[in-house]
């Protein structure tokens, strides 16, 4: 079933593959690549997941057939590789990466009652409750309850009064 959608998804970005072909030869691959990627960000769900997928792996250095690359992202560089069983999240900006599978297993983050996260941030542990968060922190480590935390990496400001 899916070597079947991955097919249909080839044959769908044909007319973006030649449009990315001839601009490629008057603009650069990085540019046609960028313009390219705009356009095909937009499709959502699992049929644009294909899609990108699809066009990526005839456009980068590198892209598995198991590689997912999420609504809204964008490529800027033709060398970019994405290796087998990578998850590109929705929204990246990706230049020259090569982007393997990370190891381990994904694990549930609670973020306690009454804790407010600030814009833009990133949250990757847990967070106790009554927490300020401030934006764009990211959080790597356990915050604890009715605290202020900020920065990158995010800590304790001061007690939550």
């Known amino acids: 079933m899916k070597s079947a959608a991955r097919a249909l998804a080839f044959v769908a970005v044909l007319p973006s593959l ?14 046609a690549l960028e313009g390219s990627t705009q356009f095909l960000a937009l499709m959502p769900g699992i049929s644009g997941q294909y899609l990108r997928q699809a066009f990526l792996a005839q456009t980068l250095a590198g892209c598995a057939p198991t590689a997912t690359v999420s609504f809204g992202t964008i490529f800027s560089k033709a060398g970019a590789r994405l290796d087998e069983r990578v998850y590109v999240g ?3 900006a990706l230049g020259l990466v090569h982007i393997r599978e990370q190891e381990g297993r994904a694990e549930l983050v609670r973020i306690g009652a009454g804790s407010w996260i600030g814009s ?3 949250v990757m542990a847990d967070v106790g409750t009554n927490c300020v968060i401030g934006a ?11 605290v202020v935390a900020a920065g990158v990496p995010a800590g304790v400001i001061r007690p939550r009064t």
């Open 90 to 92: 929705a929204g990246c």
């Open 18 to 31: 030649a449009s990315y072909f001839v601009k490629s030869s008057f603009m650069g691959r990085d540019r």
């Open 120 to 122: 833009g941030a990133i």
């Open 136 to 146: 764009g922190a990211v959080v790597t480590k356990p915050i604890p309850d009715a």
